[in-house]
DNA sequence: CTGACAGATTGATCTATATCACCACAAAAT
DNA sequence: ATTTTGTGGTGATATAGATCAATCTGTCAG
C-alpha cells in the first residue's frame, strides 16, 4: 500500500498544467506565464504539504492521491476540517487572504500535487474573469460543505454523523457504494468530531444491523436507504 | 429598542449604493448600473431575510443592524452559522453558487440591507477583477472563521466555547469589552451548538468566578486574560 | 387590573459518548 | 528470531451537558 516507487520520491518534475477541470480557462499566455510559478510534488502517506501558521505562499491543486486538512491544537485532539482529491485546490483561502495556512495537510496515500505560487493565483483572479468566477464557485461550494458539516457536528449524534461520513464517502469522494478508504480509524474519527474507540462500536452497529458490509477499510453500503434516513434524523 | 419608527417600514427607499467599503471599488458607470439591481430593505426583529431552499436571487448587504444565518432542521435545534453586521455580504456563497439558499436569515434587531441581485453580482465578478479579488478575500475569510467555529464545535467543551462566543462578540463585534447583545440567551446558544440552560449555567459560573459581569443581555468582561486562556484550552 | 406569553433561571435526572485500560494482530525494525 | 510499533478492537467507568419540569420575571393587550 504505502511502498513507494522511485516517481513518488521525484520532486520538482517539469509541471505541466492540466488541460481540463478550471484550467481550461485560461488562455495559452495566462498557462505560460502561471508555468513559472507551478512545482510538481510528490507525496507519500504522513508527508506534510503544509502546516499551519506558515506564510501561505502556494496554494496546492491535487492532480492525484488524496490530502487531508486538519488542525491540530497544541495538547488538544486533531480536527480534520476535510479532504481533498484529484481536481480539488488545498489551501486556497488562505492563500486570498495572503496571510499564514490556518491548517496542516498531509498526504494520506501517494498524492501528486501542483503547487501553484500564491501571487500567480491572485493575479490571474485580478486578470480573469471566467476563471475568478469559477474559483470563487469552489470556494463558495467549500463554504456551503463547511457549514453543512458545523451543523451535522451541532445537531446530529454519532449515527447521524458516521451515517454523514459513509455518504461522503460513498456520493463525494468514490461514486459507489463499495469502497476502501485510505484511512485509519483514529482519522476516520477525526473527521467527523469523535473517538476512535466510538466510531468502531457505531460501524459495528451498522454491521450488525445490516446497514453496511465491513472488512478492515472496505466498506459496502447495503442499506443506502437507511443511511440517508439516519443522516436526516441525526 | 425595538420601537419602529416610520422609517423602519418603509421597503424599497430609493437604494444608494454606499461609497466606503467594497464598493469604493466600483467605477462611475458599474455603480450606476448594479442601482438597478439594488433595492433597499428595512426589516425589523423576527423579519425573514431568505429562508433555506428558495432560490438565492438576491446578496444581502447589511447596511445597519444584525442579521443571523442559521439553518433549522425540520425536526430538530436550531443551529445558527454566524452572525451579520454592517459592512458585512448574506448568503454570498449561495448566490456564487447559483443555487438556493443554504440557510435561513433573520433580522435580530433593526437592520437595513441592500438585496443585489445575485446575476449583478456575478457580472460584477467577471468585469471587475479588484472588486472580484476583495469579495473573494471576504469569503475566503469567511471559510477560514467557520472552520474555526467546526474546531471549536468539536473539541472545546462549553466554558471553552462561551468564552469564544464573549471574545467574539467583544473583538469581532462591538470592539469593547462591555456590550449589550440583541439576542436571547436561547439564540446565544444556538449560536455555540449547545442549550439555553446550559449556557445560563456556564455563563454564571463565569460571572461568580469574576470573569464577566452581567446584568440581562448587557455583559462586561472582567478577566480578559482568563476568557483568552479558556478560549485557548477549550 | 389581569391574563397571557416570552424569556430567564434553577434543580433533578438521564444518557451518549469520552476516557481509561486493556488485548490481538501484522508489519517493520532490531 | 524477537522486539517494537501502529492499528483495530472490547469492556468498564466517569461525566459533561442534554432533557425535563418547575418557577419567576417583565411586558403587552384587552
Redesign the pocket.
Same mark, same amino acid.
Request: proline share 5%.
Given at each position: 500500500m $504505502?511502498k513507494r516507487n522511485y516517481r513518488d520520491l521525484i520532486k520538482g518534475n517539469v509541471p505541466v498544467i492540466p488541460e481540463e477541470g478550471i484550467f481550461r480557462l485560461l488562455s495559452t499566455e495566462e498557462r505560460a506565464s502561471i508555468l513559472k510559478s507551478v512545482t510538481v510534488m510528490n507525496f507519500s502517506r504522513h508527508d506534510i504539504i503544509f502546516r499551519q501558521l506558515m506564510p501561505a505562499d502556494h496554494v496546492a491543486y491535487v492532480t492525484s492521491g488524496m490530502v487531508k486538512i486538519y488542525r491540530s491544537g497544541r495538547s488538544s485532539?486533531v480536527v480534520c476540517i476535510t479532504l481533498a482529491g484529484p481536481g480539488q485546490f488545498v489551501a486556497l483561502p488562505c492563500a486570498i487572504d495572503q496571510g499564514e495556512y490556518r491548517f496542516s495537510a498531509s498526504a494520506v496515500e501517494s498524492t501528486e500535487a501542483l503547487m501553484i505560487r500564491s501571487d500567480a493565483i491572485i493575479s490571474l483572479i485580478a486578470e480573469n474573469g471566467r476563471f475568478a468566477g469559477e474559483l470563487f464557485k469552489r470556494v463558495s461550494r467549500d463554504i456551503i460543505e463547511i457549514s453543512d458539516k458545523l451543523v451535522s457536528l451541532s445537531v446530529k449524534? @454519532?449515527?447521524g454523523r458516521v451515517a454523514d461520513l459513509i455518504r461522503y464517502f460513498s456520493e463525494d469522494v468514490y461514486n459507489s457504494d463499495d469502497f476502501t478508504v485510505p484511512l485509519?480509524?483514529?482519522e476516520l474519527a477525526e473527521l467527523i468530531?469523535?473517538?476512535?474507540? $466510538?466510531l468502531?462500536?457505531t @460501524?459495528?452497529e451498522f454491521r450488525n444491523d445490516k446497514l453496511i458490509e465491513m472488512e478492515?477499510?472496505r466498506i459496502k453500503i447495503l442499506a443506502p436507504d437507511l443511511i440517508d434516513i439516519l443522516c436526516e434524523l441525526g
Open positions: $504505502s485532539r449524534q @454519532l449515527p485509519t480509524r483514529q468530531g469523535t473517538t476512535k474507540e $466510538s468502531i462500536r @460501524l459495528n478492515g477499510r
